[in-house]
Each structure stands twice: as C-alpha cells, then as structure tokens.
C-alpha cells in the first residue's frame, strides 16, 4: 500500500539539495517517475540526480538543488524509494530531512 506524506514546511528561505547513494539504488526508476526534473536512470540502470541545466550528475555523492516547486515530488520520491538511496538535506548545515538518515 502506498501512502502519500506531506512535506513539513521548510521556509521558503531554506534551500535543500538531493543526492543518491548509487551502492543502495535498486534501479526501479520510482524516482524519475516522481520527479523527472531531478532524477534520471542512467545506461547502467542506477538513478542520478540532474543539474539545473538537465546534466546527468554521475560523481558518487553529485548533488543538485531541490526547486521548491518539485519538493513534494522528491520527498515521495525519497519516501517510496525501494533502496531507501535518495537523500535530501539542508544546504546550510547538511542535515538530512527526508531520506534513510533524516532525523
């Protein structure tokens, strides 16, 4: 059963990345369905997040900016991942709030 979970406020004034464990990514693409703006599979069949400008990050640990509008989407994303691999953290201290190691 899959149950849908609302993003906590944040601020709008508190900026968040995203990264993804490739050793833990399953490869079922649950991420690039959710949020294709952000998430891609790659020919090796693992997820990597995306630049801005639509580059596949492929750097072990690569992140990119979260944009406010697609927070939802990458925090059910991070939420329905199989392999618990995507990460998003604050930019300002790098506290994981939603993924394996948010607290």
């Known amino acids: ?3 849908q979970h609302e993003a906590p406020e ?3 004034e508190e900026a968040l990345e995203v990264w ?3 050793d833990l990514c399953t490869g ?3 991420c690039a369905q959710y949020a294709p703006e952000v998430f891609e599979l790659d020919i090796d069949g693992l997820a990597y997040v995306k630049s ?3 580059e596949l990050l492929q750097d ?3 992140t990119t900016p979260v944009p406010l509008p697609l927070l939802q989407d990458v925090v059910d994303s ?3 991942c199989p392999g618990d691999c995507i990460h998003v953290r604050r930019v300002s201290d790098k506290v994981e709030v939603y993924g394996p190691d948010a607290e």
């Open 78 to 80: 991070a939420k329905e």
């Open 60 to 62: 072990a640990g690569a």
């Open 1 to 3: 059963m899959t149950v």
């Open 28 to 30: 079922d693409g649950i």
């Open 52 to 54: 801005s400008d639509d």
């Open 10 to 12: 944040t601020g709008a």
């Open 20 to 22: 993804i464990d490739q």
